[in-house]
């Protein structure tokens, strides 16, 4: 276990899923003074060019460590992610604001947070960085504000490093109440470059992004509200 | 997914480790009227014959669905379960009370239990049941009634069935208050065969309990204290 002096940096634990939300999410981590640890989870999903994108982008912002877990959620089944059940395309706003979409992954955000959690605390530290967002894509109960302080509550009396400050823990979610436009906005200021990012629930062979699942469509509105042009290449 | 109308039984998820809490525990579940769907997890335990006596104690109780998860915690280190570290042998009663001990795993159970709640989503499930006990192990931050009632909450922010129903999730910890003897006392009573069951820390390569680490050491004084005989072999 490595046992930091105050004198040290401040570890950040921060979850790379290699989209554009967690790319901003570790740049909102630098930019808050803390040392960078990346957590990638391969969990059986099929857009599997996020793992490589996770990489990429963890080497950009020159992380201390990155490890990516093993989890496989297949087991479970039960999500448009994992099962062979087929991506939607093309819908409408209020199609995707529509309720919990089929893309939901059962407690996926509480699986991952609390395997961040187990390892943070090895690692010495005390802050998790997790880029959910509450407000373009609030189908996911698991990106809500209230689920973030839950979660912060939990890891304070799940912990022996709660048990010795019930404070310690800190659930940093920066992204919460901005819009996509504001989030590449935020990024693009903060130095993020979107073109290692990966968003498509549904890439071709090639890695290319479909344009189309509710994750690209998101991602392209983002980019043209922004005024900034994505920078990743479509089929 | 599995959707279960009102007139079917209620399932419930255990978590099944293999030892004298997990196999009390799914009896607990039977006696309350649920249907046992049984997880288990290969963490990478050095222990491994806890996965065998899960595999036993599942069948014992006739569970209509029994997982295993395969979870790497060996990446983190920083635990006498999964690291390199010696087990402590022979602790006195303060010794064992002192502190969070060194074969804590960080997070643990917050791993498994948002593996659980997953899982208990996908099948349709509304409660979970965990073996956790505060009293003779007090050591473990993550086995306190504060602490399973902080998840019962968290759950409920989580998940889609959450969302649904704020009161969705019910995370059961039936021996939270019992000292060991009292655990003996009530599996006993319930039908549980102990023999199936394992609990050591630290077995020799016939998977015959050491006798000497904190979890022999306590299981060995239930049965004393319940004045009952443990049916399992020590070396």
Same mark, same amino acid.
Request: hydrophobic share 30%.
């Given at each position: 276990? @490595? =046992? /930091? &002096?105050s004198t =040290? *940096?401040?570890q950040a634990v921060v979850l790379v899923s290699g989209g554009l939300d &967690?790319? @901003? *999410?570790l740049a909102c981590a630098r930019d808050a003074g803390f040392e960078l640890n990346a957590i990638s989870f391969d969990y059986g999903q099929r857009h599997r060019f996020e793992l490589e994108a996770a990489a990429k982008v963890a080497s950009f912002f020159g992380v201390r460590r990155h490890i990516t877990c093993p !989890?496989?959620?297949r087991a479970f089944g039960g999500s448009a992610l994992t099962d062979e059940i087929d991506v939607p395309k093309d819908r409408s706003d209020d199609e995707m604001s529509d309720g919990i979409p089929i893309t939901y992954v059962p407690a996926r955000n509480t699986v991952f947070l609390s395997l961040a959690l187990g390892w943070a605390e090895v690692i010495g530290a005390a802050d998790i960085f997790i880029g959910v967002n509450a407000v373009d894509y609030s189908g996911y109960p698991d990106c809500r504000p209230e689920y973030v302080a839950s979660f912060q509550n939990l890891a304070n009396l799940a912990t022996k490093a709660g048990v010795e400050n019930a404070n310690h823990w800190v659930i940093h979610a920066p992204l919460v109440s901005l819009t996509k436009a504001e !989030?590449?906005?935020l990024g693009t200021k903060l130095g993020v470059d979107y073109s /290692? @990012? %990966?968003?498509c629930y549904d890439p071709d062979s090639d890695g290319q992004s479909c344009g %189309?699942?509710?994750?690209c469509l998101l991602r392209l509105t983002g980019f043209a509200e922004a005024g900034l042009t994505d920078p990743v290449t479509y089929q």
């Open positions: 276990m @490595t =046992e /930091l &002096s =040290e *940096t401040r &967690s790319a @901003t *999410t !989890i496989d959620l !989030i590449v906005q /290692l @990012t %990966h968003s %189309h699942c509710d994750s």
